[in-house]
């Protein structure tokens, strides 16, 4: 099927966050990770018709669940998962906090790439937790890992948050990137939390390597889902996979003292929808975002002395570096806000207030006028 992603759809009165939000409502929002297109037809569809039935009672995990996250990542990504290996929760974030509780010490360090997604940084820090902060180097425009950084960041660290694809950079972590990871862990007795939400929306041609699939021993957790590839992330689901038969206790004892593993009808129903019936929507939507990144970077060459956006390999999170506009990120975005009545995240709560972070998973004509906007901004500055 064909989906039509220049369509724009009225959200404003839909309680959403991106735009109902106070901050947001009279401008054009670009920030938090939602997109503004429709979810596939069989998404809808499925869930259509568990609305129409009219029942939402407690769910339970059905077979068909682990098929759909076994057969996709079997088929997309080459990965064989272990039927017994899946745990399905309530979201990674709040799993997250159980996996940390798990498998860190009070006092203990967890460690993180800077920047990093926003909750990497507050998760380990509400648990107690000390963050060992790991700065990832930009390299024109394009960051790479600073491997000396990495071996002192991880040598006292009871676990390493890795994102791959990482949030807020963009950077689809090549094999041999995954395979310096693993071995650096292993060398410390790190155990590795993977986080790979973004993986099904590495750019058109870019492979996602799993981590699982390059790591040597099973001292890992890998957590995934589809709510972020499908824009499905007000029905939170996730699925973690945890190949030690040990750590999978451990993990299981945790998501039940937290109550993360209840996991609600309509989220199970898209999950397997999205899986199991709309690749088809996602590969048409990573092509789309994919041009309204080109787009972007062609946009930004007018302003290259003060704006630079990350040579990215996915996500739809575009990293932009701000250079000589005397701004901060925090000032720069208020000041987008409230001259300009636009919406963007300042690099600020990811580590980093030299850059700002704009969300491109919307119709065309959004980017276009967004951009419009933040080049009213900038030209007085050139
Ligand atoms: C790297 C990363 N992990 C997790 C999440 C959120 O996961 P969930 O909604 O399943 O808690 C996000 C949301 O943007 C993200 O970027």
Same mark, same amino acid.
């Given at each position: 099927m064909k989906y039509d992603f220049d369509e724009i759809i009225p959200r404003r !009165?839909? =309680?959403?966050? =991106?735009?109902?939000?106070d901050n947001a409502r009279d401008c054009l929002p670009l920030w938090v990770a939602d997109m503004d297109f429709r979810v596939s037809r069989p998404i809808l569809d499925a869930l259509q018709k568990r609305v129409n039935h009219g029942l939402m009672g407690y769910a339970y995990k059905p077979e068909e669940y682990y098929e759909s996250v076994i057969n996709w990542y079997r088929r997309r990504h080459g990965w064989t998962i272990d039927r017994e290996h899946i745990l399905c929760t309530a979201g990674i974030i709040p799993t997250l906090s159980a996996i940390i509780q798990a498998m860190s010490k009070e006092g203990g360090q967890v460690a993180i790439h800077v920047p990093s997604y926003n909750c990497f940084f507050e998760s380990p820090v509400n648990a107690h937790r000390i963050l060992s902060r790991i700065n990832l180097l930009n390299m024109d425009n394009h960051y790479e890992i600073d491997w000396q950084a990495m071996e002192e960041g991880l040598q006292a660290a009871d676990m390493f948050i890795l994102c791959n694809p990482h949030n807020p950079t963009g950077r689809v972590w090549t094999r041999d990137e995954l395979q310096g990871i693993d071995r650096l862990c292993r060398r410390y007795g790190v155990f590795v939390v993977a986080d790979?939400?973004?993986?099904?929306?590495?750019?058109? !041609?870019i492979d996602y390597t799993p981590y699982a699939t390059v790591a040597e021993g099973d001292n890992y957790c890998v957590c995934t889902s589809s709510t972020k590839a499908f824009n499905t992330a007000g029905l939170p689901i996730s699925n973690i996979i945890v190949p030690n038969r040990d750590i999978r206790e451990r993990l299981k004892e945790h998501i039940e003292m937290n109550r993360v593993g209840d996991v609600g009808p309509l989220a199970l129903e898209t999950l397997m929808a999205a899986y199991d019936e709309s690749e088809d929507w996602l590969d048409q939507a990573r092509e789309y975002i994919h041009d309204n990144y080109l787009y972007l970077c062609y946009w930004a060459e007018q302003y290259k002395s003060l704006v630079q956006p990350m040579r990215m390999e996915g996500t739809y999170l575009v990293w932009m570096k701000i250079a000589d506009t005397g701004m901060d990120a925090t000032t720069l975005t208020e000041r987008l806000r409230e001259e300009q009545k636009l919406m963007i995240n300042a690099g600020k709560m990811y580590g980093d207030d030299r850059y700002v972070r704009i969300n491109i998973a919307c119709p065309r004509k959004i980017v276009e006028e967004a951009l419009l906007r933040f080049g009213n901004f900038l030209d007085p500055l050139l």
């Open positions: !009165g839909t =309680k959403s966050i =991106k735009w109902d939000n790979e939400i973004h993986a099904p929306l590495a750019f058109p !041609g």
